[in-house]
Nanobody, 127 residues
Framework: QVQLVESGGGLVQAGGSLRLSCAASGLTFIDHAMGWFRQAPGKEREFVAVISEYGSYTDYADSVKGRFTISRDNPKNTVSLQMNMLRPEDTAVYYC????????????????????WGQGTQATVSS
């Protein structure tokens, strides 16, 4: 059974930081690009960040570029999202997802491209 288990969510003040982690099992981790998405109440799920299989390429939503960093540790089958300079509008449920193989620098950025999803972890940023 494929499982993606997220951790690291919580409550933080504006300007603060959170580090989200996702532990994968039941799949060959290095065969998948890995992504983070988020969904705020009443809004559609949106792309946040993606990283290629060996970490050679990354991409970010414009709204988080320069503040968030995605990384992966393949020997540990984990992917992380370091979130700095957080804003209230970053408040959402954050989801880890396992996607297809990337095509060089071409990375999946739409929800439908991803095969497996974590349960989500809540990040709340207070003003």
């Amino acid at each position: 059974q494929v499982q993606l288990v997220e951790s690291g969510g919580g409550l933080v003040q504006a300007g603060g930081s959170l580090r989200l982690s996702c532990a994968a099992s039941g799949l060959t981790f290095i065969d998948h690009a890995m992504g983070w998405f988020r969904q705020a109440p009443g809004k559609e799920r949106e792309f946040v960040a993606v990283i290629s299989e060996y970490g050679s390429y990354t991409d970010y939503a414009d709204s988080v570029k320069g503040r968030f960093t995605i990384s992966r540790d393949n020997p540990k089958n984990t992917v992380s999202l370091q979130m700095n300079m957080l804003r209230p509008e970053d408040t959402a449920v954050y989801y880890c997802a396992a996607g297809p193989r990337s095509r060089g620098a071409l990375l999946p950025k739409v929800s439908d491209a991803y095969d497996y999803w974590g349960q989500g972890t809540q990040a709340t940023v207070s003003s």
